[in-house]
């Protein structure tokens, strides 16, 4: 035949004993199935173990002659004491709490020579008779990411039998993930994301477990996620109504939202259930501080010290609230007390410490501050302190030192500049609080009151421009505020500009200011332009809303001016109203009247001015004057007299007197 050519001898006589052995194989197979199905006819039942174990011969003598791949019938596997045969379409569930072993695989191979059984998970190529724990698998699925619908029943591994490097057979494992595995993994985790992944699987799985969502609402109130938390300890009391870890749970969560009145209502219903839980009594103290009811907060608070003694945090608590209730003697005893007991509890010796400095007790404080540097001795903040404390004595070298510290210490904080160029400030050391009023606006640019600081010094330094660019940027976010638009319209004045000056003093008045000096030069800047309406109106202005001496003065002189004698007169009125016993102005009114030749008004204002001042001058000569034109002649040379014998140089009193006195004579004749 063709397809041998080539062969040697020897391989032909090989072929050929093969060849008849397989025949008698086949032969004997052929008698043996006969037998079967003759037998089958006669008792069914019985025959079909033997029809699969003649099926089983038939394989492995076919394996055995032709050396092909062997078929796989089973494997006999032992979990916890008891045994399981697995066929093809078998599935094989695995828990955390099982151990098992592949005792036998059944295959063709009678000797099993090159079968082996890898079960996937393991980390081995070959696991017969090896002791496998279900916990490796459960762990293995869940890292793999393969336990996701584990809730379901468990997915993912595998028995894989291989005869030599051929795949014979596969059997699914079905590893069931259960509740207490994720429970297990929350524990084991650091990572609190992933320790409530694992919480949330469980929680799903045994929804009516009250102890998964207590721990579920504890992580997430860990994560800042409180509505989560919230949530979860309100399903533990739909569960159980009662449960003392939940109420306090959803305490610690209204706490943190500032839901102060629930957190309150949580509590007391806690502590109905656990009367002598301090820490309730000190979450509810704190609610009420929440509240702002010192009252009930430090009646809370001392509840909870008597169950707490020396409790730090409740004496601290204590501190502050007895502090806002406006008992800063109370509130020093709780910060002392919880120094005491912590030493370096730095709330409770900043809050001392402040209270310190608001009580006047600044060697206290300074004491204090002393202590808390030896704890942290590049502390920026304490030494800003240190330096407000030293302010507050009086000793301004300590003072700007201890600023400088903490300067060099916290050199981006514009506080603590700010405060640095007061002290300067204080000092009349200008140049050095300026730069430091720099840096704080350039640090903060909406610092507005170190703007209108670095403004004045600029002033003061005659830097005019700057000190103008400074004031309008100040207005600009305060521009009702009267003494920007003083010191802007004086800014303007040293810089020459009257007409901005004036539209700023105008501001100011407009907005309050009172200060007579801006008045003062308002009117003289309205003076030099010759705008005598402005003028007038600035001063009537001020006269109609709060009087005062110069702007009346001022008035009466433009009143005078423009012969205007009732408005004038009106003035006087009003400036005696002030100032009652001042003779000048009932001479000045006299005088007036004299004008207006309202003689008996004339003579009226010349005896109250001589009343106040009976050395006036020109009182006694107007009187004369008005003595004359009434007829009165020995009154008129009475008082030009005495107006003579006041001022003999007076040329109008030596000329009235001779004449009045030949008016007499002829009168007489």
């Known amino acids: 035949m063709e397809y041998e050519s080539g062969r040697t001898p ?4 090989k072929n050929l004993r093969i060849g008849r052995t397989g025949f008698f194989a086949l032969l004997v197979l052929l008698l043996v199935v ?19 174990a003649l099926v089983r011969i038939k394989n492995t003598i076919a394996f055995f002659v032709f050396s092909g791949t062997p078929h796989f019938y089973s494997l006999v596997v032992e979990k916890n004491g008891n045994e399981y045969i697995l066929n093809a379409g078998d599935a094989f569930d695995v828990s955390y ?3 098992f072993i592949v005792k036998k695989i059944e295959t063709d191979v009678l000797a099993g020579e090159g079968v082996s059984v890898d079960i996937e998970g393991t980390g081995s190529r070959n696991d017969f008779g090896k002791l496998v724990k279900g916990v490796e698998l459960v762990d293995k699925t869940v890292l793999e990411g393969k336990g996701e619908g584990a809730e379901k029943g468990g997915r993912g591994l595998n028995f894989r039998v291989f005869y030599r490097d051929s795949l014979l057979a596969t059997i ?3 590893v069931v993930v259960m509740p207490q595995d994720w429970l297990r993994y929350a524990r084991e985790s650091k990572n609190l994301k992933i320790q409530i ?9 045994t929804p009516e477990d009250t102890n998964v969502h207590r721990m579920l609402g504890s992580l997430y109130f860990k994560s800042g996620l409180t509505a989560e938390a919230i949530g979860q300890y309100k399903e533990v009391l739909r569960l159980k109504p009662d449960d003392s870890p939940a109420l306090s749970g959803l305490v610690q969560c209204f706490l943190k939202t500032g839901a102060y009145d629930e957190a309150i209502r949580m509590g007391q219903r806690s502590l109905a259930v656990n009367p002598g839980n301090g820490q309730l009594l000190a979450d509810i103290a704190r609610a009420w501080s929440g509240l702002g009811n010192w009252g009930k907060a430090i009646s809370a608070g001392e509840a909870a010290l008597k169950l707490l003694p020396g409790n730090p945090d409740v004496l601290y608590m204590l501190g502050e609230a007895y502090e806002k209730s406006g008992n800063p003697g109370m509130a020093v005893k709780q910060y002392r007390l919880v120094l005491e007991k912590a030493p370096h509890a730095e709330p409770a010796a900043v809050s001392l410490s402040g209270i310190l400095l608001k009580t006047g007790d600044f060697d206290g404080a300074i004491k204090l501050y002393g202590e808390m540097l030896k704890r942290k001795p590049r502390e920026a903040a304490i030494y800003a302190n240190l330096g407000f404390a030293w ?8 003072e700007i030192a201890n600023y400088r510290r903490a300067v060099a210490l916290k050199p981006g904080d514009p506080v603590i500049h700010f405060n640095l160029a007061v002290a300067y400030e204080k000092e009349k050391k200008f140049a050095e609080a300026g730069a430091e009023y720099k840096e704080a606006l350039k640090l903060n640019p909406n610092d507005y009151e170190a703007a209108g600081r670095l403004a004045d010094i600029r002033f003061i330094e005659k830097k005019y421009q700057e000190a103008a660019v400074l004031y309008e940027k100040i207005i600009r976010k305060n521009p009702r505020k009267a003494a920007l638009y003083t010191r802007l319209g004086f800014s303007y004045a040293a810089l020459k500009q009257s007409g901005r000056a004036a539209e700023n003093w105008e501001k100011a008045i407009r907005y309050g200011e009172t200060d007579p000096q801006v008045r003062a030069n308002l009117g003289k800047i309205y003076a030099q332009e010759g705008n005598i309406r402005k003028e007038k109106a600035l001063y009537e202005k001020m006269a109609s809303q709060k009087p005062a001496g110069e702007d009346l003065t001022k008035l009466l002189e433009i009143y005078s001016r423009e012969k205007d004698y009732d408005k004038a007169l009106g003035v006087y009125r009003k400036l005696i109203k002030l100032s009652p016993r001042k003779a000048s102005l009932y001479s000045g009114a006299a005088y007036l009247y004299g004008l207006k030749g309202d003689t008996d008004k004339q003579i009226k204002y010349c005896l109250l001015s001589l009343k106040y001042d009976p050395e006036d001058y020109d009182a006694h000569l107007n009187l004369g004057a008005a003595y004359e034109k009434k007829g009165l002649l020995p009154e008129a040379l ?11 140089e007076s040329q109008i009193a030596a000329k009235n007197i001779p004449r009045i006195k030949i008016m007499i004579m002829r009168q007489k004749q």
Not at 10 to 13: D, G, H, Y
Request: proline share 5%; hydrophobic share 35%.
């Open 10 to 13: 020897r391989e032909k006589r």
């Open 197 to 205: 992944d694992y919480l949330r699987r469980a929680a799903k799985m």
């Open 97 to 99: 709490r099982d151990e």
């Open 638 to 648: 009475n008082s030009y007299t005495a107006a003579y014998r006041l001022n003999p």
């Open 391 to 398: 302010g507050a004595r009086g000793n301004r070298r300590e």
């Open 34 to 52: 006969s037998s079967v199905l003759a037998a089958g006819y006669l008792l069914p039942e019985k025959t079909r173990a033997a029809a699969a």
């Open 172 to 174: 699914p494992i079905r």
